[in-house]
């Protein structure tokens, strides 16, 4: 199965890993790009000087491209694409945010780009501004998210760009893979499933509450603040919504946040740590090395394919 996502990264799968702070360090983008996908590093709130030491640590472990992301809320952003240029990964993913302004020195640099966008309207002006695809993620993902769901913006997106069109949020299997095919994508994100996978360095607890949660515990805190978050159900989602339902103040609400992803993925607290997860999390069922990940959604594509021509008679 290849598309012209596949030409334009360079991977023998039109399959890319989600940009998760912490969780997608050079280890987990190395596997990846190994297995036949296209590795993320995530940037997340890093200082440059560590975006740039896990890019050689990622290049020690694989020939095959990777990219990074770069979270356009880090006080770091400007520093971050500045050691991106210098160390040339294949391709720079973006989120939360705008990344018009370096677009062209991305590009001049011989590096693709990739926004996460949430609307057709942000769709549009990414590839005005010169991306080489858009992400387009909807709000079944994890960590920060928009509005739409999947199955609308996927197509409207489509319908509205000519540049490939990678479909992410909620994405679990060849089901979703041939789901966001049909709607006009030519490539899909994975995040959450890569979690669990053999050589993702998170915490053990992590994994295991991933494995365990059931369809209706990736649940959504800070509608409030302006800054919607994904995450497992836990002790801290529950502070949340009580700080939140008592009207307290943005201060308040985002210092209950901090630090939070750290005490999940690095000491396994799964009660007050952030357990960012997308709805797919219900969906994965093992901890599988990369590889396996990536060949389940496309070997089981044409069975998925043959069970949608022998229901429409
Ligand atoms: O960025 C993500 N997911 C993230 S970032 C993150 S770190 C964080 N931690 C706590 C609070 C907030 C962030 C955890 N997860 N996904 C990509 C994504 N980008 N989702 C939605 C967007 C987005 C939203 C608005 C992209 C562009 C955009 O445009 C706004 C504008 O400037 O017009």
Same mark, same amino acid.
């Given at each position: 199965m290849k598309t012209r996502l596949c030409e334009l990264l360079g991977v023998d799968y039109p399959i890319i890993q989600g940009g998760m702070a912490?969780?997608?360090t050079a280890e987990l983008a190395a596997a990846v790009s190994n297995g036949g996908g296209f590795g993320i590093i995530a940037a997340g709130n890093a200082p440059a000087d560590v975006v740039r030491a896990q890019i050689q640590k990622a290049k020690s472990l694989t020939d095959k491209p990777f990219g990074v992301n770069v979270m356009?809320?880090?006080?770091f952003v400007s520093e971050v694409m500045q050691v991106i240029i210098e160390e040339k990964p294949a391709a720079v993913a973006t989120g939360a945010g705008n990344p018009g302004k370096y677009i062209s020195s991305l590009k001049e640099a011989g590096i693709k780009v990739m926004p996460v966008v949430a609307s057709v309207a942000m769709a549009k002006k990414m590839e005005k501004d010169g991306a080489d695809a858009v992400i387009a993620e %909807?709000? /079944?993902? %994890?960590g920060h998210i928009g509005e739409l769901t999947t199955m609308v913006l996927v197509p409207q997106i489509a319908d509205a760009v000519s540049i490939p069109v990678i479909a992410a949020g909620g994405i679990a299997d060849s089901r979703g893979a041939v789901a966001a095919f049909a709607l006009g994508a030519d490539g899909i994100q994975v995040g959450t499933r890569f979690i669990c996978s053999t050589e993702c360095i998170v915490h053990d607890n992590y994994k295991q509450a991933v494995l365990k949660s059931k369809d209706r515990d990736a649940v959504v805190t800070g509608r409030s603040t302006g800054a919607p978050v994904r995450a497992l159900k836990n002790k801290l989602t529950r502070e949340y919504d009580r700080l939140e339902k008592e009207g307290a103040s943005f201060e308040e609400i985002e210092a209950l946040g901090v630090g939070g992803l750290r005490r999940a993925f /690095?000491? %396994?607290?799964?009660?007050?740590g952030s357990l960012m997860a997308g709805q797919a999390a219900a969906m994965v069922t093992k901890v599988e090395p990369c590889a396996d990940i990536i060949k389940s959604y496309f070997n089981g594509a044409e069975t998925v394919i043959g069970i949608i021509t022998s229901k429409l008679k």
């Amino acid at each position: 199965m290849k598309t012209r996502l596949c030409e334009l990264l360079g991977v023998d799968y039109p399959i890319i890993q989600g940009g998760m702070a912490w969780i997608a360090t050079a280890e987990l983008a190395a596997a990846v790009s190994n297995g036949g996908g296209f590795g993320i590093i995530a940037a997340g709130n890093a200082p440059a000087d560590v975006v740039r030491a896990q890019i050689q640590k990622a290049k020690s472990l694989t020939d095959k491209p990777f990219g990074v992301n770069v979270m356009m809320m880090s006080p770091f952003v400007s520093e971050v694409m500045q050691v991106i240029i210098e160390e040339k990964p294949a391709a720079v993913a973006t989120g939360a945010g705008n990344p018009g302004k370096y677009i062209s020195s991305l590009k001049e640099a011989g590096i693709k780009v990739m926004p996460v966008v949430a609307s057709v309207a942000m769709a549009k002006k990414m590839e005005k501004d010169g991306a080489d695809a858009v992400i387009a993620e %909807g709000t /079944e993902a %994890g960590g920060h998210i928009g509005e739409l769901t999947t199955m609308v913006l996927v197509p409207q997106i489509a319908d509205a760009v000519s540049i490939p069109v990678i479909a992410a949020g909620g994405i679990a299997d060849s089901r979703g893979a041939v789901a966001a095919f049909a709607l006009g994508a030519d490539g899909i994100q994975v995040g959450t499933r890569f979690i669990c996978s053999t050589e993702c360095i998170v915490h053990d607890n992590y994994k295991q509450a991933v494995l365990k949660s059931k369809d209706r515990d990736a649940v959504v805190t800070g509608r409030s603040t302006g800054a919607p978050v994904r995450a497992l159900k836990n002790k801290l989602t529950r502070e949340y919504d009580r700080l939140e339902k008592e009207g307290a103040s943005f201060e308040e609400i985002e210092a209950l946040g901090v630090g939070g992803l750290r005490r999940a993925f /690095e000491e %396994g607290d799964v009660q007050t740590g952030s357990l960012m997860a997308g709805q797919a999390a219900a969906m994965v069922t093992k901890v599988e090395p990369c590889a396996d990940i990536i060949k389940s959604y496309f070997n089981g594509a044409e069975t998925v394919i043959g069970i949608i021509t022998s229901k429409l008679k």
